[in-house]
């Protein structure tokens, strides 16, 4: 029996596109926190490729912008790459959130807050507990409020007073009192925030230490469940 030509012809080109693709996820992978940027010579070094092959797989990657090259001639990760990770962020913060917003609502009566940074340099609120009264904090799943302003952006960017949380009064919403900390990740990068809102004549400035207290330690547990440390 003659071996099919076209079959052989499909198998080659199956196999020099798997090539591509795990030369392509070896070049990403030259990208670390303590690397975070290469040149062109030390990619093809870590990946053992030729300067020439390097060179056509990172300019296929930074057409599709997972890698993107620096005003010094270094490349880095490229923006496409950094909304996955957020994806892929987001996805474990929702996932991993449940009992300490819970405990948080049941500490405070109020409504329990989990918010990362979007994509336009805001702060989204990804996941809610709402308070059991009657009059409450309305749902805001879904939207962002600036970073700037906002116990929950202040939290997120790292701007918490020496007990490790932000409290605003009056800001997004008239009457509305927040209190945010901030969740750190493996490297102590901050990932995002826990917070608390409710209406200002029900939150006394006791109780904004009290509830800060509340969202530290919920945001400290949420940080070993997520990174084991």
């Given at each position: 029996?003659q ?6 012809s499909?198998?080659t ?11 392509a996820?070896?070049i ?32 296929t ?25 957020l ?17 948080i ?29 009657a ?40 009457d ?20 608390v ?23 400290g ?9």
């Amino acid at each position: 029996m003659q071996p099919d030509p076209m079959t052989d012809s499909r198998e080659t080109s199956d196999k020099s596109q798997v090539r591509s693709v795990t030369r392509a996820l070896e070049i990403l992978s030259c990208f670390t926190p303590d690397k975070p940027t290469a040149s062109l010579s030390e990619i093809a070094r870590k990946t053992g490729l030729a300067v020439t092959t390097a060179g056509r797989l990172i300019a296929t990657l930074e057409g599709a912008s997972f890698i993107r090259r620096h005003s010094d001639g270094e490349y880095g990760l490229g923006t496409q790459l950094l909304q996955f990770g957020l994806t892929a962020l987001s996805t474990s913060l929702y996932q991993a959130a449940e009992p300490y917003l819970l405990a948080i609502a049941a500490t405070s009566g109020e409504t329990a807050n989990l918010g990362v940074l979007n994509g336009d340099g805001g702060v989204m609120y990804l996941r809610q507990i709402e308070s059991r009264h009657a009059i409450r904090h309305a749902t805001w799943v879904g939207r962002s409020v600036p970073a700037v302003g906002t116990a929950i952006g202040a939290a997120i960017r790292g701007q918490v007073n020496g007990d490790g949380f932000a409290a605003t009064r009056f800001t997004i919403e008239p009457d509305v009192t927040a209190i945010a900390a901030p969740i750190y990740g493996a490297l102590g990068q901050i990932v995002g925030a826990l917070s608390v809102t409710g209406p200002t004549y029900r939150i006394s400035d006791q109780q904004i230490v009290e509830y800060g207290r509340c969202v530290v330690e919920q945001a400290g547990k949420m940080r070993i469940a997520l990174c084991g440390n």
